[in-house]
């Protein structure tokens, strides 16, 4: 250990050597270019080829000296106070000088004054924007981005819109698809300032607060309304919502608000399916009719106005639905699967393989054939095999919303079609008519002719639960369970 102690002192001492000697070479180097520099800028002053520079130089530097000189003279002689009093007699030397001195001093403090006070108004603080209550999506990442939010109050308010105060509202499975991500890329384009966060809801019901100028509804302020609204617009599950008077009508008396938000947007889809599959109060007798899902908001209505139009109704729902779907007026019942993995006929960890086991074998033993088959929920399944199960001219129509391919486009597709959008966001300004974006075909004629079936006995309201506010994400999960019945509402009655 003493011989390695020595050999590391040795080798310290040996590099201290090596820095110092480092250092005093570096230094006479610095010295050596530093007398190097001086001695040629030396020469070069002394060079008879500087002259003119110097000259130059000293020529700029006696007009610098002499303008100072000046300004020195100047500025005495303006604080001078005999020529101050000299030049005031000049400008007060009779009354029209006086006259004219005065105004300019009542101009020039009127001026300040005002400007200090403009400066005051345009400083102070901008009033706070009313907010409300509204259940919102705060992200289209998060799976927990449903939640309850105060935003701003409805600001925008065209001559044709009606402001309506809502009692409740009712969420759809549309809305768990908006949570992630749906018609994202194209309702930025329709409504930059629908981006972040988006209201959710597409039906609600409440009562009238204003009305614009132009609408030709009728509506006026107090009377109670429902409401519909599709997949780009704004949605309904806040305290207060503005909407086309277009898509507004009166909700039917003989329901409250809760059992009226069931309604409007489920009632629209079933009533396009139905025009899309030729039935009406008068051909529908006799006809006989599939409706998957039959508890789903959309089955509910397509049972009720189907069996009461005369036709013969099949439904398929979860057992615990069985009740509800008979007494809706569906007279065959296919149970697809249970509350439980061991109902149904067959077990897979597949929900989907389950389902379409079970509704083949359901109807090979039924041995009957359809005129219509209607789809009210999205299924992962190929829906081919049931083509066997039509009548002659039969057909298969799906009432869900079909995936936009404006999500799945990069970059420069989104910028292309933006000005696609803005083309016909234009066009429709220039002819005072809004362009359609897609979906089921949303209008106050729809929702006088449901309101009327609703007062009229054909058609009842199918609520299953009812939710606060603050339980907006519970709600949301619910409506997209296999426990689901009818509608599910938010309630925004005034003390819940």
């Given at each position: 250990?003493?011989?390695l102690?020595?050999?590391m002192e040795?080798?310290?001492?040996a590099?201290?050597?090596?820095?110092?000697?480092a250092t005093?070479?570096?230094?006479?180097?610095?010295?050596?270019?530093s007398?190097?520099?001086r001695?040629?800028a030396?020469?070069?002053?002394?060079?008879p080829?500087?002259?003119?520079?110097?000259s130059?130089?000293?020529?700029?530097?006696?007009?610098?000296?002499?303008?100072l000189?000046?300004?020195?003279?100047?500025a005495?002689?303006i604080?001078?106070?005999q020529?101050?009093?000299?030049?005031?007699?000049?400008?007060?030397?009779?009354?029209?000088?006086?006259n004219?001195?005065?105004?300019?001093?009542?101009?020039?403090?009127?001026?300040?004054?005002?400007?200090?006070?403009?400066?005051?108004?345009?400083?102070r603080?901008?009033?706070?924007?009313?907010?409300?209550?509204?259940?919102t999506?705060?992200?289209?990442?998060?799976?927990d981005?449903?939640?309850?939010a105060?935003?701003s109050?409805?600001?925008?308010?065209?001559?044709?819109?009606?402001?309506?105060?809502?009692?409740?509202a009712?969420?759809?499975r549309?809305?768990?698809?908006?949570?992630?991500?749906?018609g994202?890329?194209?309702r930025r384009?329709?409504a930059?300032?629908?981006?972040?966060p988006?209201?959710?809801?597409?039906?609600?019901?409440?009562v009238?607060?204003a009305?614009?100028?132009d609408?030709?509804?009728?509506?006026?302020?107090?009377?109670e309304?429902?409401?519909?609204?599709?997949?780009?617009?704004?949605?309904?599950a806040?305290e207060?919502?503005i909407?086309?008077?277009?898509r507004?009508?009166r909700k039917?008396?003989?329901?409250?608000?809760?059992?009226a938000?069931?309604?409007?947007?489920?009632?629209?889809?079933?009533?396009g399916?139905?025009?899309q599959?030729?039935?009406?109060?008068?051909?529908?007798?006799?006809?006989?009719?599939?409706?998957?899902?039959g508890c789903?908001?959309?089955?509910?209505?397509l049972s009720?106005?189907?069996?009461?139009?005369?036709?013969?109704?099949?439904?398929?729902?979860y057992?615990r639905?069985?009740?509800v779907?008979?007494?809706l007026?569906?007279?065959?019942?296919?149970?697809?699967?249970?509350e439980?993995?061991?109902?149904?006929?067959?077990l897979?960890?597949?929900?989907?393989?389950?389902?379409?086991?079970?509704?083949?074998?359901?109807?090979?033993?039924?041995e009957?054939?359809?005129d219509v088959?209607?789809?009210?929920?999205?299924?992962n399944?190929?829906?081919t095999?049931?083509?066997?199960?039509?009548?002659p001219?039969?057909?298969?129509?799906?009432?869900?919303?079909?995936?936009?391919?404006?999500?799945?486009?990069?970059?420069?597709?989104r910028f292309?079609?933006s000005?696609?959008?803005a083309l016909?966001k234009?066009?429709?300004?220039?002819?005072?008519?809004?362009?359609d974006?897609?979906?089921?075909?949303?209008?106050?004629?729809?929702?006088?002719?449901?309101?009327g079936?609703?007062?009229?006995?054909?058609?009842q309201?199918?609520?299953?639960?009812?939710?606060?506010?603050?339980?907006?994400y519970?709600?949301i999960?619910?409506?997209?369970?296999e426990?689901?019945?009818?509608?599910?509402?938010?309630t925004?009655?005034?003390?819940k």
């Open positions: 250990m003493d011989a102690a020595f050999r040795q080798n310290l001492e590099f201290q050597v090596r820095l110092g000697m005093e070479s570096g230094m006479r180097m610095v010295r050596q270019a007398d190097e520099g001695n040629m030396l020469r070069a002053l002394q060079d080829s500087f002259d003119g520079v110097r130059s130089f000293r020529n700029v530097w006696a007009n610098c000296l002499e303008l000189e000046r300004i020195r003279h100047v005495i002689e604080t001078d106070p020529l101050i009093y000299n030049q005031l007699q000049l400008v007060f030397r009779d009354e029209i000088s006086r004219n001195a005065f105004f300019v001093c009542v101009g020039l403090g009127l001026g300040t004054a005002g400007g200090f006070f403009l400066g005051l108004w345009l400083a603080p901008s009033p706070s924007a009313p907010v409300m209550k509204a259940i999506c705060s992200s289209f990442d998060d799976p981005n449903v939640c309850l105060r935003v109050v409805p600001q925008t308010f065209t001559p044709t819109d009606i402001l309506v105060r809502i009692r409740a009712s969420f759809h549309l809305d768990e698809l908006i949570t992630r991500g749906y994202r890329s194209l384009m329709i930059p300032e629908q981006e972040i988006v209201v959710l809801g597409r039906a609600a019901a409440g009238v607060e009305v614009g100028r609408c030709r509804s009728g509506l006026e302020i107090g009377d309304v429902w409401l519909v609204s599709p997949w780009y617009a704004a949605g309904l806040a207060m919502a909407v086309p008077e277009s507004v009508g039917p008396f003989i329901t409250g608000f809760e059992g938000a069931s309604l409007p947007y489920s009632g629209c889809v079933a009533m399916a139905l025009k599959a030729d039935l009406t109060e008068e051909s529908s007798a006799g006809k006989r009719i599939l409706i998957q899902d789903s908001p959309v089955g509910c209505v009720q106005l189907c069996k009461k139009w005369g036709a013969s109704v099949t439904a398929t729902c057992v639905s069985v009740p779907i008979k007494a007026g569906a007279e065959d019942v296919i149970t697809l699967r249970g439980s993995p061991s109902d149904g006929l067959f897979s960890t597949d929900s989907s393989l389950v389902e379409k086991f079970n509704l083949s074998h359901a109807l090979a033993t039924r009957v054939t359809f088959i209607f789809f009210t929920t999205s299924v399944y190929d829906k095999f049931l083509h066997k199960y039509l009548s001219g039969g057909r298969i129509i799906d009432t869900c919303e079909m995936p936009l391919f404006v999500d799945n486009l990069g970059f420069l597709g292309m079609f000005w696609y959008v016909r234009f066009t429709g300004w220039i002819i005072r008519s809004p362009p974006w897609g979906g089921p075909h949303l209008c106050h004629l729809t929702l006088d002719r449901l309101a079936y609703v007062n009229e006995g054909v058609l309201t199918v609520v299953d639960q009812v939710f606060t506010p603050e339980d907006g519970r709600a999960e619910h409506i997209c369970s426990k689901a019945i009818g509608s599910t509402i938010i925004f009655r005034d003390g």
